[in-house]
């Protein structure tokens, strides 16, 4: 079964900054897909990156990089010009490809945003 | 509307009662999730739809949680003789299964509070 950790329950970073949240995975199968999702305090979950496992670059999304190192099995998200409105939860999920498996989820970092 | 619409928003219910909560998918999502978050806590897995095939239940936490999916569409999540643990948010998530790299799309969620 696939596992996720994210082993940083809170990040503070000041406004501007780059931030890099980490998440590590376990999985045998060979083909999956990793994604990042941010919970402000409203509670919605908001989409923010992919990274598939055969992807052979890096995943950007404007402000937001996935630090991708597959042999070390992470998937780190990058943030950087880090705004205030970046503070939240974010979670990182995999779904591997192999039958019908759910989205799997971390438990997540809290990041604050200090000005 | 075009997203996840989950019904209620709110529940309050009386330890010992039965509650049944609604999520109605995006048109055309074979895979429809549930997930239980606690205050301040990751997503916790329940169960897994994916078009015609049996569902996963492997994370429902006991046999008063139960789950179904009509016609492939709307999903209804049964908690039977609630407990004050089944407090929490329970969200409720679709997404094109066919396609791995295809991110699940998140409803506002519903928020049961046993008393």
């Known amino acids: 079964a696939q596992k996720i950790t994210q082993t940083q329950p809170g990040m503070f970073v000041q406004e501007k900054e780059a931030v890099t949240l980490d998440c590590t995975y376990d999985t045998s199968d060979p083909s999956y897909g990793l994604f990042w999702y941010k919970q402000p305090s409203s509670g919605e979950m908001i989409f923010l990156i992919y990274q598939g496992s055969y992807d052979q670059q890096n995943a950007t999304e404007g402000r937001y990089s996935l630090n991708f190192q597959k042999a070390r099995k992470s998937a780190n998200l990058v943030i950087s010009a880090s705004q205030l409105g970046d503070s939240a939860m974010y979670f990182c999920a995999m779904r591997v490809n192999s039958g019908n498996t759910p989205l799997v989820f971390g438990k997540g970092t809290r990041l604050s945003v200090i000005a | 509307g075009a997203g996840v619409s989950q019904s209620p928003s709110n529940k309050v219910t009386e330890k010992g009662k039965d509650v049944e909560l609604r999520c109605d998918p995006i048109?055309?999502?074979?895979?429809l999730y549930w997930y239980r978050q606690s205050l301040g806590q990751g997503l916790e897995f329940l169960i897994y739809f994916q078009g015609n095939s049996a569902p996963d239940k492997s994370g429902l936490p006991s046999d008063r949680f139960s789950a179904e999916r009509t016609g492939g569409s709307v999903s209804t999540l049964t908690i039977q003789r609630t407990q004050q643990e089944d407090s929490a948010v329970y969200l409720c998530a679709s997404s094109l299964q066919d396609f791995m790299n295809t991110e699940a799309f998140f409803g506002q969620g519903t928020r049961l509070t046993v008393v």
């Open positions: 048109s055309g999502h074979t895979a």
